[in-house]
C-alpha cells in the first residue's frame, strides 16, 4: 500500500506491506530515500510493549494522580 511517512511534513512516499516499511522509489519527494525516522518506522508499528496505564515510580497509577505528579516535578 502506497502511503506517506507521518514525520516531518516533508511528505516522502512509503510502500508499507505487512509489517515492513519501504521507501517508495517512484514517489518525487524522497525516490525512495528514508531518513532514520522514516526507515524505522516499522518498529513503532508493535505496540505490545507499550506502556498503557500511567506510572509513577514505577507503580501504576491514575491519570490524576500522574498529572498531578508531573505537574509537582515542573513546580
Aim: aromatic share 4%.
Amino acid at each position: 500500500m502506497n502511503t506517506t511517512c507521518p514525520y516531518c511534513g516533508v511528505g516522502c512516499g512509503l510502500i508499507a506491506g505487512e509489517g515492513t516499511i519501504a521507501g517508495d522509489p517512484a514517489h518525487p519527494a524522497n525516490r525512495g530515500r528514508l531518513c532514520v525516522k522514516g526507515a524505522k518506522l516499522a518498529a513503532t508499528l508493535d505496540d505490545r510493549e507499550r506502556l498503557r496505564t500511567p506510572m509513577v515510580g514505577g507503580r501504576e497509577t491514575s491519570w490524576s494522580a500522574a498529572l498531578d505528579a508531573a505537574a509537582d516535578g515542573f513546580a
